[in-house]
């Protein structure tokens, strides 16, 4: 059976033909041997065709195709035109190689054409690839490998779909700085405290904040040297008169000891590295803040900035967090726990990362757990958005707060919250609305629809004199707004209907029932009539209440049960009755 090669380049398709190969008994090393030799393979392989691309455009294409294991129309068009052709009926009398499997099943399936991919043919295309330049004169080693670099940089580039402005890894590294630099300035400051502290003690008493005792320390340098004279400026850098007043008495009255000039120099340099990575600290979570509504606007709006940015540095990218289920999204960053928890067959931890946002905090200790649950949900929600929507705008975030918001005041009040569905189609409608995808008098439409609305609300009540024809009128518009309402309001009438017949059914069988009790009761004492008379009576309020618009279903069976056990329980008595009076006479 000949062999036929289908050999995929950056400058388009080759085929070959390998004749006079026995694979039974070939070992992969003596192939391997045989390839380097060109004397050798090329008596073995040789070209049959080829069908160069026609633009980068077109081989990205067809790279694309090959990678998925689909086959364009060129491919099929190169493959009928130089592949021997087949008899209806008959088995061909070739195979063809190929280095994808996914491709050769396509090919198998449109063509029936049989395919193989082994390691046989896999060095083999080895080979051709080895030797390609000296099968095409007309290519050369350098042509070839330019095409090849920008083919690859294509394809990655499609692959991983570049763009400039939402580039995750940018907000991995400046959250992890950020933490960084906090650790790092705090303990600078503390350092800065301790060292200041030999010369004028009593300031760490007075200031609290790290950042404001670095300036003032580099603001006073010697203490001895500070007069009333340097109030406003301690005023402006404390913000509080009274605390720069504190500060000039207790530099007055201080019980330091003194320092060199050398030594206060050292201190104000380390104290004004403090303040410089304080101020770049400052930036750098500006810029974060900015970078996070660039690349998650729903996740940022939702969740805020920090806790999204350490959602998405500890997933390690945007579309790894997008992939996590909302559960792992519950506990990302409290593996440890969890795992402790496996082992130790405790209870596992309830929150992760997401304990830092403000909704977890607002909620009372036994509804921590809830809250936590649903608000991982809606963030795998807002980062799937951030991930694979085209447009960036946080709308849908808004509306996840919102529903996160009324979860909480309903676990709170017991106020109910709004339907998921609804909420999203608001949010679908005011997003399309802004990009524009809604035309301007669909727009319009609704805006009036809107105010029709609350003009109706703020009608006030008719007058009494005209109270009937207010209600009259008012009935018949209900009965309008039912008939034009759509498909819904079609299906549930029809299942009320449905359940109504049931009821129907049901009704008949008591009927009967009473018929019966009817023969052996006749007449009813107690409620002065008869058992007839109840039953049409029930029978007509019955067909008033199908007549009606609402039809109230479940008091119609229960008036029928009840006046079935009553019925039958008043039978019963008056049969006990009668037989004391039979076993009394006799």
């Not at 770049?280 to 900035?305: C, F, W």
């Amino acid at each position: 059976m000949a062999l036929y090669l289908l050999f995929e380049f950056a400058s388009g398709y080759g085929l070959f033909e390998a004749h006079g190969i026995d694979e039974i008994g070939q070992s992969t090393e003596a192939v391997q041997g045989s390839i380097v030799d060109l004397n050798r393979f090329g008596k073995v392989v040789k070209l049959t065709a080829i069908q160069p691309f026609s633009s980068a455009a077109d081989a990205l294409n067809q790279c694309n195709a090959v990678s998925e294991g689909l086959m364009t129309d060129e491919l099929r068009n190169f493959l009928e035109l130089n592949l021997p052709k087949v008899k209806e009926g008959k088995k061909p009398k070739f195979s063809l190689g190929v280095a994808e499997p996914k491709l050769g099943s396509q090919i198998f399936e449109v063509l029936s054409i049989p395919c193989q991919s082994n390691d046989f043919v896999l060095e083999l295309l080895r080979g051709v690839r080895l030797h390609l330049h000296t099968f095409i004169r007309d290519l050369k080693e350098v042509d070839l490998e330019k095409a090849q670099l920008g083919l690859g940089h294509s394809y990655s580039r499609a692959k991983v779909k570049f763009n400039v402005n939402r580039v995750d890894n940018m907000v991995i590294q400046a959250i992890s700085l950020l933490d960084t630099l906090d650790k790092d300035i705090n303990t600078f400051c503390m350092r800065v405290r301790e060292w200041y502290s030999w010369h004028f003690p009593e300031l760490v008493k007075i200031i609290n904040d790290n950042y404001i005792y670095a300036r003032v320390a580099k603001f006073v340098k010697d203490k001895s040297t500070l007069s009333d004279d340097a109030l406003p400026e301690l005023t402006e850098i404390t913000g509080d008169e009274d605390k720069a007043k504190d500060i000039i008495e207790a530099a007055k009255a201080s019980m330091g000891q003194d320092i060199s000039p050398v030594d206060l120099i050292n201190i104000e340099l380390f104290a004004q590295r403090v303040i410089e990575l304080s101020d770049y600290r400052k930036q750098l979570h500006s810029y974060l803040v900015s970078k996070m509504h660039d690349i998650a606007p729903n996740l940022a709006t939702l969740i805020g900035e920090m806790v999204g940015a350490r959602l998405i540095s500890h997933a390690g990218s945007l579309t790894n967090l997008a992939k996590c289920p909302a559960s792992t999204l519950q506990i990302l960053g409290a593996e440890k726990a969890l795992f402790r928890a496996l082992k130790t067959r405790g209870n596992t931890p309830k929150y992760g990362l997401i304990f830092h946002s403000s909704f977890i905090g607002r909620a009372s200790s036994r509804n921590k757990g809830r809250i936590s649950r649903y608000l991982a949900n809606k963030c795998s929600i807002a980062s799937r958005i951030d991930c694979f929507s085209e447009t960036n705008t946080n709308i849908f975030g808004e509306k996840l707060r919102e529903q996160v918001e009324e979860r909480l005041e309903f676990y709170d009040k017991g106020i109910a919250p709004r339907k998921n569905l609804d909420v999203m189609q608001e949010a679908i409608q005011k997003a399309d609305e802004e990009n524009g995808d809604l035309p301007e008098a669909e727009v319009e439409k609704k805006k009036k629809k809107t105010k029709k609305h609350k003009v109706q609300m703020d009608v006030d009540a008719p007058e009494v004199g005209e109270a009937g024809e207010a209600e009259d009128n008012g009935e018949k518009k209900k009965k309008k707004k039912k008939k034009k309402k759509g498909d819904q309001v079609e299906i549930d009438l029809l299942n009320q209907t449905e359940e109504v017949e049931g009821d129907a059914e049901l009704q008949k069988k008591s009927k009967k029932g009473k018929k019966r009790v009817r023969e052996n009761i006749g007449f009813d004492t107690e409620n002065g009539g008869t058992d007839e008379e109840q039953v049409a009576s029930e029978g007509k309020k019955k067909k008033r209440r199908k007549s009606g618009a609402d039809l109230d279903i479940l008091p119609v069976k229960e008036t029928a049960l009840n006046g079935l056990q009553t019925v039958e329980g008043e039978g019963k008595k008056k049969k006990k009755k009668k037989e004391k009076v039979d076993h009394d006479t006799d």
